[in-house]
């Protein structure tokens, strides 16, 4: 799993959230829950973790390992 932090909104569970490969491809979306993504289906690499918040879009790096 990867854990969300500092997210700025009280109910988690209603923050919608995208994962994409480093060429750009979708790989994953769903909704926030509980601060953790589960990522066990990717493969090892680097990825980008795009938040769609109410008043922005946040977007993360992370390596899955």
């Not at 990522?39 to 680097?46: D, F, K, R, Y």
């Amino acid at each position: 799993y990867l854990s969300v932090e500092n997210v700025s909104i009280r109910d988690k569970q209603l923050i919608p959230y995208e994962v994409y490969d480093i060429t750009g491809r979708l790989q994953q979306n769903g909704f926030l829950g509980d601060g953790m993504v589960h990522v066990s289906s990717l493969s090892n690499g680097i990825y980008l973790l795009k938040l769609i918040l109410p008043d922005k879009t946040e977007t993360i790096r992370f390596i899955k390992e």
